[in-house]
């Protein structure tokens, strides 16, 4: 299924159309396509020996939930996470873990799958994506393996 999708910036205050334009979460279907995200994303790391000792918990489930209100507050749906968590301050939440390039291209490539299995309209892969990819690269925080 491809969700049409067109980037629109929200309207001034006070526009006479009286209503703003959707947020990319809202174009590209809400939260039920971010969990779709990040369930298929998770499938991925469950069997990864390098990523999955970084999860403490023995269950991937709050680490999903984690993820799954991070995205969705950052593509414009609610504020779920800052409300629950802080600011998200992402590097340091990541310091504790070895993050180097094999960390990173392993997580870039379980993401790349699950974006894969979204089928959405190619301005809104590529929006997504070139975002996960930078946010992949910022969280290296070593190059020892």
Known sequence: M????????????????????????????????FRRLVDAFYRGVADDPVLKPMYPEDDLGPAAERLTMFLEQYWGGPGTYSEQRGHPRLRMRHMPFKVNPDARDRWLLHMRAAVDELDLPPLAEETLWSYL??????????FED
Do not use: K
């Not at 990819?133 to 070593?142: D, G, K, P, Q, S």
């Open 133 to 142: 990819e930078r946010a992949a690269h910022a969280m290296v925080n070593t």
């Open 2 to 33: 491809t969700i049409p999708i067109q980037p629109t910036p929200p309207r001034p205050s006070g526009d006479p159309g009286g209503e703003t334009a959707a947020t990319f979460y809202e174009q590209i279907g809400g939260r039920e396509t």
